[in-house]
């Protein structure tokens, strides 16, 4: 498919124009909402198979163009870059598709079902010239930003343990039950437990362990617990579910004290955590006044506007795939995965 010109507003500079591939309702209530706190976002388009729903989404968020399909909004010339929230399972396809049409593409994650898919879109970004991303948005907000500071500088000692929960109750019927849509649990929350883990440890896991609960309804996994062991027997314990409580932390344990972090993956505009060391426990409050997503595109305009180099190379998600694949095999098993 022929590759689309850039347009002159984002060439030389101005406004990222963006479009939302469908009418899912994390576009309704989180990415519009922190696109209009962004200085250089306009949220111009929205796409679905069904005009009438798309219609309706745009008359609620005042978006002034309607397309009745995802392709026909790929074709306009008016819009430069596109959220993509659909199901896991597609979200290669119409990544891939929307960077042929030259377009920039900010992902929902996991960025694909594999590695070897994830590994697909970003050889697109790279060989159509645009910005891919993937929406891990807590790497980029301030509150994360503050915390590697906090850990780098010593304040809990050498990292030992890291416990990551998250619990995300899922109505019967809903899409993360599907397996063909790339459902489940490990897909849904294991991405962000393994990224929390991750970004904690500053390094990669050479073992993976992993349990889940298979449900009847979809035949996806419904509860899944995993255990990540870095070098120098750095250790993660996670723990997800469509469940349990709609209640996340991550508890960080270090030779010279502790650190909880109250809202690890979708910092509020305020949040907080708490310090604890042999000499005195304190709990800080944050006012961050950004919402989870805004730092995250206010970054992606930096790299489409001005060339910026990416905060995080797509490299991370691949890598988070790959361990994903890992505690999959260990979970059918009952074996402990080499990463090697």
């Not at 596109?82 to 960077?99: G, K, Q, T």
């Not at 900010?106 to 050889?123: H, I, N, W, Y």
């Not at 500071?149 to 030992?160: E, F, S, W």
Request: proline share 5%.
């Amino acid at each position: 498919m022929m590759k689309q010109v850039k347009s002159d507003k984002v060439r030389w500079g101005g406004k990222v124009r963006w479009g939302i591939v469908s009418t899912a309702q994390i576009g309704r209530w989180v990415f519009a909402p922190a696109l209009r706190a962004t200085a250089r976002g306009e949220l111009t388009g929205v796409a679905s198979r069904d005009r009438e729903r798309a219609a309706a989404f745009a008359g609620d968020l005042e978006i002034p163009e309607v397309f009745a399909s995802y392709d026909d909004l790929l074709w306009s010339d008016r819009v430069d870059a596109v959220y993509v929230p659909l199901p896991n399972s597609m979200h290669e396809e119409w990544a891939i598709r929307a960077m042929e049409h030259g377009k920039h593409v900010f992902c929902e994650k996991p960025l694909a079902t594999s590695r070897e898919g994830a590994q697909r879109m970003v050889d697109a970004a790279a060989r159509h010239g645009v910005v891919l991303m993937e929406a891990m948005v807590f790497r980029y907000h301030p509150q994360t930003l503050r915390l590697r500071r906090l850990l780098d500088a010593g304040a809990i000692g050498d990292l030992r343990h890291v416990a990551v929960h998250m619990g995300a109750p899922v109505p019967a019927g809903n899409i993360r039950w599907l397996p063909e849509l790339g459902g489940g649990a490990l897909a849904d929350i294991g991405c962000y437990l393994i990224e929390v883990a991750r970004w904690a440890a500053g390094a990669e896991p050479v073992r993976v362990a992993a349990t889940w609960r298979e449900t009847r309804e979809g035949g996806v996994d419904s509860r899944i617990g995993l255990l990540l062991e870095f070098p120098d027997t750095v250790v993660a314990t996670l723990f997800g579910a469509f469940d349990a409580a709609p209640v996340r932390g991550a508890h960080l344990a270090g030779s010279g004290g502790s650190l909880h972090i109250e809202q690890p993956t979708h910092p509020y505009e305020e949040s907080a955590y708490t310090l604890t060391t042999p000499r005195a426990t304190e709990r800080v409050t944050l006012n961050n006044g950004v919402r989870a997503f805004t730092p995250a595109l206010d970054h992606f305009h930096d790299c489409v506007l001005d060339g910026a180099a990416p905060m995080l190379a797509n490299t991370d998600a691949i890598a988070t795939l790959r361990i994903m694949a890992a505690a999959a095999e260990s979970a059918r098993t009952g074996r402990t995965v080499r990463l090697g």
